[in-house]
């Protein structure tokens, strides 16, 4: 192969790149835009956690858990509850109504890549975890004077937006298993106990104690773990642990999303 020849297939290529980054960009702004305007998503993601914040964060203020005034620790993880409900109802409630509506079998004989789908969807979830993060920051200093150094903040953002990915798959086995219509109340009928139960709107310590025991069998409690260990709490279990049971999981989730996404491919083709 002549160096003109390979000029020429790497000039080629590059506006192939753009063209798939500009695609990738555009399904992740229409995404979030659409998510946006649709109230019961964005202000269920955005308002919810900031209300709770609001009644039980000056309730529990005085108190410490894990190291942390419960002031801080509730900042934390009505963040996460927020980061779980925008990925489980983004890939659960959305993947199942776009289903309903035929966009699935539109999409999977268009030439865009199924990669930027769901792509899209993660990307939008991290930007509206980067905005419930930031709501209850502001919200948690006002209120209660909390305050997080920038590379804490940033560490906290970080391992948020991480934790998108578990969720993620877990709505998207909901998603291609139940329809339209049962899907929301079914994510519903699983989120609002698992993010409860696993300490996320109360101190966990503060749970009976056979809530404590149940807890570590579900994803949220160990999510929790891990973002109030990225603000220096003091986790319960190894930080180890917690990243390679949410690990397992994830792929647990996405074995079960691939069950489901065959069975409903062949339901819709054969």
Do not use: C
Request: aromatic residues 12%; glycine residues 8%.
């Amino acid at each position: 192969m002549t160096t003109d020849t390979v000029r020429s297939a790497s000039a080629a290529a590059s506006p192939a790149r753009r063209d798939l980054l500009r695609l990738f960009a555009l399904e992740t702004k229409y995404e979030f835009l659409k998510l946006w305007r649709l109230r019961a998503f964005s202000i269920s993601t955005l308002v919810f956690p900031v209300m709770f914040y609001l009644i039980f964060g000056s309730s529990f203020g005085r108190f410490t858990s894990q190291g942390l005034s419960v002031a801080a620790y509730l900042m934390v993880t009505y963040a996460a509850v927020g980061v779980i409900n925008a990925a489980v109802f983004a890939f659960g409630a959305g993947v199942a109504a776009e289903r309903g509506q035929g966009w699935m079998m539109l999409k999977r004989v268009s030439p865009m890549p199924p990669s930027a789908y769901f792509t899209a969807k993660t990307l939008m979830a991290v930007m509206f975890s980067a905005l419930v993060l930031l709501a209850l920051t502001v919200t948690a200093f006002l209120l209660q004077g909390v305050h997080l150094a920038l590379e804490t903040w940033i560490a906290l953002l970080g391992t948020l937006a991480a934790g998108v990915l578990p969720f993620a798959a877990l709505g998207l086995a909901f998603g291609y298993a139940l329809g339209p219509n049962s899907a929301p109340a079914v994510l519903n009928l699983v989120n609002l106990p698992m993010t409860f139960v696993s300490g996320l709107y109360i101190p966990i310590t503060q749970l009976p104690p056979f809530v404590q025991h149940l807890a570590p069998f579900l994803p949220a409690y160990h999510f929790g773990q891990l973002a109030l260990a990225a603000i220096g709490a003091r986790p319960i279990g190894s930080v180890a642990g917690h990243l390679l049971v949410l690990a397992g999981f994830t792929a647990a989730f996405l074995v079960a999303a691939t069950v489901a996404y065959r069975r409903d491919e062949g339901r819709t083709y054969g």
